[in-house]
């Protein structure tokens, strides 16, 4: 099975040592976002755990802990994009989180990891013409680092509205641009643009619109194939495998004004407060009238077709 920590929050950059208590203890457990008394219990083994799946702003904090996670096959998604505090408040330097990630893929193998360029939005001060140099400037470091870059479109849901209200989508005219100029300087540095959820709109332009975080990208990173039981989706525009994550709602501290995963500023102070690192759940504590259930686990591999060239 696959394990996702990073699509509720930000694992690694906030709750570190957290999850390697959970890797440490063998379970994690995981409230339902939308009934909170129904918590599933995972078990995390490498028996059962064939990829463990990051997405982060900052891989940094987890750094000390990647012992812990030798064992099991791993895939990194490192978001590096060219805004400044007044978007992303607490993301680290950019340099920084580029020098992060040469270290995390040093460590973890080219195949591992890749880098997100998203969600793309313009303004007076983010024009065309900035996200293009700035992306070349981040492509020239971070070549031979990764062979992959996503890029996707600011969507405007109504969390992203509320804290960014004065965000626009951007039109097709300039999501061509950006997606055309992107493949080409992903070319000269040897890094393929893959598309998020943005359908086929950039595929004529040279994009790789068949999905970011696919059951061919994990097998790839382990080299192994994956006999996985079903396509588990997420939005109606997603080709990626999605499922069991285990973080929550409301707890990334970033702060980001697109966050889709964040209500408000205080709602995740507040949440932060109540995270204890010695608990198995991210938030809070288990508590009495809440209903655990073991979830149904098992490798996918096919140790028959276990060499990928």
Known sequence: MILHTGLR?????????????????GYVMVR???????????????????????????????????????DY?????????????EIEPNVPDKDIVMKSFQELSDRVGINSIGWRYDPIFLSDTYTLESHISDFEKMAEILAGYT????ISFIDLYKKVLRN?????TVAKEDRITLGTEFVRIGKKYGITIKTC????????YGADCSGCMTISTFEKAI???????????GRKECTCYLGADIGAYNTCGHLCKYCYANYDTETVKRNMKAHNPKSPILLGEVAEGDVVKEAKQESWKDMQ???FT
Not at 9 to 25: M, V
Not at 197 to 204: H, K, N, R, S, T
């Open 9 to 25: 929050t930000d694992i690694p950059a906030f709750y570190s040592e957290w999850f390697a208590n959970r890797i440490k203890a």
């Open 32 to 70: 339902n976002p939308y009934n909170p008394v129904q918590i599933t219990k995972y078990r995390i083994s490498p028996d059962v755990v064939d990829v463990i799946a990051f997405c982060t702003k900052n891989p940094a904090p987890f750094l000390p802990y990647m012992d812990c996670i030798k």
């Open 73 to 85: 096959g791993q895939y990194w998604f490192v978001t590096i994009t060219p805004y400044g505090k």
């Open 147 to 150: 062979k992959v870059c996503v």
């Open 164 to 168: 960014f209200s004065e965000v626009r």
């Open 197 to 204: 959820a943005e359908g086929d709109e950039l595929a004529p």
């Open 223 to 233: 080299g192994c194939a994956l006999k996985s039981p079903k396509q588990s989706k």
């Open 305 to 307: 077709l276990s060499l």
